[in-house]
């Protein structure tokens, strides 16, 4: 496969936000705590070491947790050496989509796991391990039910509500009815149905699912799977609950620090933690001097309020915004990896961090890819671009190729100079503002006129080579579907039947999490 990497500005797809970031802008330093740099994590080990964090605790969780599964003894032994005050760890978190859902989980988890291992090339004397935290809380169940697969969705249509990690996984067999042709019949094709069969089927929800396909792809590498949807780790949190929920002490801090980021990605309330209860998760709202759960007929007063927190911790559920402090706090964790969304939402907690005093992590952008199969890959070699072009729209693609295969020079901008030039030899003729004024207009008429005339040989010109524009939209589509990163929307499974097992170490080779730079792939 041939490997290129360009800027990300080249992609026209991230925004302005984390381009700043990436590129160290004065005017987001004072949200964030340290650049993501390979040098800035010497002191960040330094500051962690000093939070207290129950990894004895941590580590129990984990091994039960780990106590049905077989998985890797380099995940065995990431586990254990949690007990060690020279490890730390290096998280990425995302919900529970079917099947893994869009490319951009794989990524996450390949940036995370190269990051460790950087970590550890660069600073042999502690430990690194990766660590997936499942979002089994969330309860947007329309956001993970379903897969793109070569042009088609499937959906997973059932009727369970509250936790997604909770959901029963026995409903699904219809839709492996519906897999199992799409997916053929090679040797790829049957140990991939073998493995989404075994962690979806033979598992009983889609939290015990997600770790048994996560670890069963990624355990060589050593990742570990944390699910905090735990009794011990929330009756760990009865502190943040309770400042949050009672207190309400972080939403000030955050709406401030909104302020003074001007674009926010998620909603602060006066309560972020959801009640949540078997087929509900449901937002906790002050009423007076009660506490109501909405959507349902639970009240409490205060006193009543804070028993349920210190008696029942893992009836709440962060929300997106709480979620990144209660897993600083249970991980000794250095750096967050995670997409320009996450960044940020994490930039509008840097003072509620210090408050709650929990060391800030690291924040890193994840790997992004784009991956053209031989057939794409040929047919934009056939049509005389590259890969990267295809990140232009489809106007500037067009307009590209008329120019450069036709046998009229449509271009104008040597006509364009000329006039220019022109013009300026009148300006400079007169000082009298209202001849200038004049000048000026008959310029614009002039510009307007070559500019028309341009557009007509365009068009005429993209009439002898229709065929060859639709086959750049084809490709463009394919590329980019719904005109969104490819990553965004296709899934791992048609590379997987391609490559194997080997499309994860692929991967893995070649990107890099400091690197800054969107990969290309390409099968040629």
Known sequence: MRVERIPYQRTNFFSKFI??????????????????????????????????VNRALLVEELSQQYSLIDTNDSVTHNIQSLLQENTFTVATGHQLCLFTGPLYFIYKIITTINLSEQLKSEYPEYNFVPIYWMASEDHDFDEVNHV????????????????VGAISTQSLQSLFNQ?????????????????????????????????????????KYGLVVLDAD???????????????????????????????LGEVQAYVRPINFFYL????????????????VCNSDLKFSKEALLSEIENHPEKFSPNVLLRPLFKEFILPNLAM??????????????????????????????????????????????????????????????????SRTSDVDININSELVKL??????????????????????????????????EHKLLKLEKQKHQNALSQISVVKTKLFPNNELQERHDNFIPFYLKYGVEFFDLLKKELNPLGQ????????
């Not at 705590?33 to 500051?47: C, D, G, M, T, Y």
């Not at 609950?241 to 801090?253: A, C, F, G, M, T």
């Not at 209860?277 to 109501?292: A, L, P, T, V």
């Open 19 to 52: 381009l700043d970031y990436l590129s160290g802008e004065a005017c987001l330093s004072p949200f964030y705590h340290r650049a993501p740099k390979l040098s800035n994590f010497k002191a960040q080990i330094q500051e962690k070491r000093n939070q207290f």
């Open 148 to 163: 793109n697969l070569f042009g088609k969705t499937l959906k997973w249509n059932q009727d369970q509500k509250g936790a």
């Open 517 to 524: 730079k969107f990969t290309l792939f390409s099968d040629q």
């Open 277 to 292: 209860q078997k087929g509900s998760r449901n937002r906790i709202e002050q009423q007076g001097s009660d506490f109501i």
């Open 337 to 402: 990896i995670g997409g320009g969304a996450e960044v940020n939402y994490w930039m509008q907690l840097k003072s509620t961090f210090s408050f709650n005093k929990i060391v800030y992590p690291i924040l890193m952008l994840r790997n992004s890819v784009l991956i053209a199969n031989d057939t794409i890959s040929k047919k934009v070699n056939s049509l005389g671009f590259d890969i990267k072009d295809f990140f232009y729209d489809d106007v500037d693609l067009h307009k590209s190729y008329v």
């Open 230 to 260: 735990s009794p011990n780790l929330k009756k760990e949190a009865i502190p943040l609950i309770k400042r949050d929920v009672l207190e309400q002490s972080n939403y000030p801090l955050i709406q401030n620090t909104n302020q003074g």
């Open 179 to 219: 897999l199992k042709p799409i997916l053929g019949d090679s040797k790829n094709a049957e140990d991939l149905y073998c493995l989404l069969s075994d962690s979806y089927l033979e598992n009983k929800d889609m939290a015990s699912a997600t770790r048994h396909l996560v670890n069963s792809l990624f355990s």
């Open 420 to 453: 220019d030039d022109l013009f300026s030899s009148l300006l400079s003729k007169t000082i009298d503002e209202g001849i200038k004024s004049s000048i000026l207009a008959e310029k614009q008429k002039q510009v307007n006129a070559l500019n028309k005339i």
